[in-house]
């Protein structure tokens, strides 16, 4: 059972450069997100999805997509990557059964990200 | 939009004595607030969470305290080790389905 899965854990991009963070959960979760966590300013919340088919933007969508095709997988894509997306992303899932969430978020080890 | 304010942003305490951080919260309709403890370099972990329908809730020397009608609910560590230093997150489930986290508390317990 391996949990949350983040892939890359490190990259380096350079301005204006495509990329996406991979992000897979082997608990049959319904609820997944992503996080971005910059010194000082927590956790704040790029996407979520909770289900498959179902996205929705967070507090900081601008410059990302997402699409949830399977219940598996969840990635993160980075359009044109700028250095202000410089930062330690984290994916998370929850269970939600019947569609109330159950609360507890596992993350994945994340993805540290730097943009030239 | 939904927000979590958290107070302090650093807190440092002598080894034994107690520890209190505090988070309010602007939607109204939250029901579920957890907490995270992240370890430097390492991904934030639950340690405890509370739920609308109840006051307190306390697990060995944890404890976490919810007033719905003030919107705030506070973490409290008792009898500090130095193995409870990291930094503590506060989070809301809101009535849309997003968690949104607080800024954030770095703890540090001096031996």
């Known amino acids: 059972n391996a949990g949350v899965t983040q892939t890359p854990k490190f990259q380096v991009l350079k301005t204006g450069q495509s990329m996406t963070l991979q992000c897979a959960q082997d608990?049959?979760?319904?609820?997944m997100s992503w996080y971005r966590q910059d010194p000082g300013m927590g956790l704040r919340l790029i996407h979520y999805?909770?289900?498959?088919?179902?996205?929705d933007q967070g507090e900081v969508p601008n410059g990302y997509n997402v699409s949830r095709s399977t219940t598996e997988d969840f990635p993160l894509r980075l359009l044109s990557a700028a250095p202000s997306q410089t930062s330690v992303y984290f994916c998370?899932?929850?269970?939600?059964?019947?569609?109330?969430?159950?609360?507890?978020?596992?993350f994945g080890e994340g993805s540290r990200l730097t943009v030239l | 939009g939904e927000n979590v304010e958290q107070h302090p942003s650093t807190l440092s305490v002598q080894e034994g004595d107690s520890a209190v951080i505090k988070c309010t919260y602007s939607?109204?309709?939250?029901?579920?607030f957890p907490w995270y403890k992240q370890e430097l370099g390492k991904r934030p972990q639950l340690i405890i969470d509370i739920r609308s329908n109840v006051g307190e809730k306390k697990d060995q020397r944890i404890a976490v305290t919810l007033n719905k009608t003030a919107k705030h609910f506070s973490l409290h560590i008792t009898e500090t080790q130095p193995e409870d230093s990291a930094v503590y997150f506060c989070?809301?489930?809101?009535?849309?389905?997003?968690?949104?986290f607080g800024p954030g508390t770095s703890l540090s317990v001096i031996p």
């Open positions: 999805s909770v289900g498959a088919g179902i996205t």
């Open positions: 608990m049959n979760h319904e609820y």
């Open positions: 989070a809301a489930w809101t009535s849309y389905d997003k968690v949104i």
């Open positions: 939607d109204s309709a939250s029901n579920y």
């Open positions: 998370a899932s929850s269970y939600q059964p019947g569609g109330m969430n159950t609360g507890e978020l596992f």
